[in-house]
């Protein structure tokens, strides 16, 4: 036996599964299978090869696997990306028999939060939310030190937080969320709309194509008007967003990261916390830290959740 | 010994002890007292005088008191509104010594939140909001069975959400709080500014006195035009951040209660639901119930969690 554990990501295309040392976050070792589309038995059939890859003699006690979907207590309630998975999946129970040891299951944006809790920027902080600004924005709330999964899988859904009331549409079919300001498909959306009735730089570069954060980054360098706009809007979004949900749940930090704010860094952190207004709770209630880079962040997290099970 | 505990409700003003049967919320007895001026340690000898009073044979083996400010681990962290409390108190620790007996310490508003998760419209139901909609907009938040606290004591600050972006002021200093336009005292500011251009049926009444929740609705059915109008602001912005906390946080039920709940009823309560956008979620993912009208619900509630410490 070992102290390493194994963490698998597992996303609609692909399965990334990693050797992981739940102290250090160190990850070694790499296996990875195409995401079957014959549904939930081969999904774990494939999950059980790259467990069988990494650790040939059956020496990992625990496997944690995060997921493209709300859990709760271990049973995966939807997985829209993964074809065929059309119904509440009992994923922990069925791993850990098929595995033959401690699993672990995990929403794969809240087990990327849990990395940041406990190896990354929220270390040695136990309430905070982890927000991920990429095609869309997500989150993970670790309170009291613990993830919270919510009765329905859903907490740290923080993309679909209203910050415009009756504002942009949102791919959800809501209207006004903070991912229709903030991420990266609500940015270039809006884009295409205002493009149509005066040229920005930021669709002459993307084109019909799908918008990267260095696109964004490089239309803002060059002063592009309606690029600066969209992203004072963004800021504002997560500035307003953000503090409301650290004044009500009460959260000392919240950290920040994914490619947006890979990209354009501290000085775009440093925006968003001038725009926080926490009223008579005082500015610096909140602290924004940006997340650190873990190497599969996806993975390690499940990891992390792993070896939890095993204490 | 009994099974009957003590419930205190500390207010700025007086101080209300109930013995209070925590398995049905029955309040019985009834000791008030002014709140002393003299700071802490006469706050506390009029607490003990209350218990004194109400349990004189020292049978109650818990005392629980709501207060009105921050607390975390039993210690409150501020209490503007009581005079000479200038500093955080080990409230929990002093009155446990001072009576003898278990004592617990809880926010106000939150041990208004435990009762209605034990015994009001929150029973059965293990995560929920419950908001309090007066002069100001409070809440306390139930996660997993338990009230939370936070780590500074804030946790459930709802009126401090923000609705509008740079908007209303709000009485704590920030902008476009929740408060400021749910709060009789956000409603009734905006209604003084906007007669000054244009006289409205609610300031006609109210004049230079404090307005109440039975004129609101008497300016809303007499059709009055302003009062219509800071009304369905106040419908969207709780409609706004309900939906935000209920999504990012998981929540399946919210509960309402305080004076303008009560006074305009399911009717309000229904709009505010309509107004709901949760997008993808579903409409259906947050039930809106209105607080049981619980007798005294601060001290029930901190009587509750006192009977919590016995088990």
Redesign the interface.
């Known amino acids: 036996m070992t102290t390493t554990v194994i963490g698998v990501d597992l996303g609609g295309t692909k399965i990334l599964s990693r050797l992981v040392d739940p102290i250090t976050g160190a990850a070694s070792g790499r296996a990875k299978t195409a995401t079957p589309s014959t549904g939930i038995d081969g999904v774990i059939e494939a999950i059980a090869g790259t467990v069988d890859t990494l650790d040939p003699d059956g020496e990992v006690a625990a496997v944690g696997v995060g997921v493209p979907g709300p859990v709760r207590d271990g049973v995966v309630l939807r997985c829209p990306n993964i074809a065929g998975w059309d119904r509440p999946v009992e994923l922990r129970a069925r791993l850990a028999e098929r595995l033959g040891r401690a699993a672990v299951v995990a929403n794969d944006v809240n087990a990327g939060a849990a990395a940041e809790h406990r190896l990354g920027a929220g270390r040695g902080v136990?309430?905070l939310l982890a927000v991920f600004v990429g095609t869309g924005v997500g989150?993970g709330?670790v309170?009291?030190g613990a993830l919270?999964?919510?009765?329905?899988?859903?907490?740290?859904?923080?993309g679909?937080?209203?910050?415009?009331?009756?504002g942009r549409p949102?791919?959800?079919?809501?209207?006004?969320?903070l991912e229709a300001y903030a991420g990266k498909a609500g940015i270039v959306a809006e884009a295409r709309r205002r493009h149509a009735e005066s040229p920005n730089a930021l669709i002459e570069m993307v084109q019909d194509g799908s918008m990267k954060s260095r696109h964004l980054a490089k239309a803002m360098e060059q002063g592009d008007e309606t690029t600066l706009e969209l992203l004072d809007e963004a800021t504002?979004a997560l500035a307003?967003?953000i503090?409301?949900?650290a004044?009500?749940?009460?959260?000392?930090l919240v950290v920040l990261g994914g490619g947006i704010v890979d990209k354009l860094g501290e000085p775009w952190v440093a925006q968003i916390a001038d725009r926080l207004?926490?009223?008579?709770?005082g500015a610096d209630?909140v602290d924004l830290a940006i997340a650190h880079r873990l190497d599969d962040a996806g993975s390690v997290g499940a990891a992390v959740l792993a070896a939890d099970a095993l204490v």
Do not use: K, M, N
């Open positions: 136990d309430d989150g709330l309170l009291d919270r999964d919510g009765p329905r899988g859903l907490a740290g859904e923080f679909h937080l209203t910050v415009v009331p009756d949102c791919g959800c079919g809501g209207r006004g969320h504002t307003v967003g503090g409301s949900i004044t009500v749940v009460d959260l000392p207004d926490l009223g008579g709770f209630v």
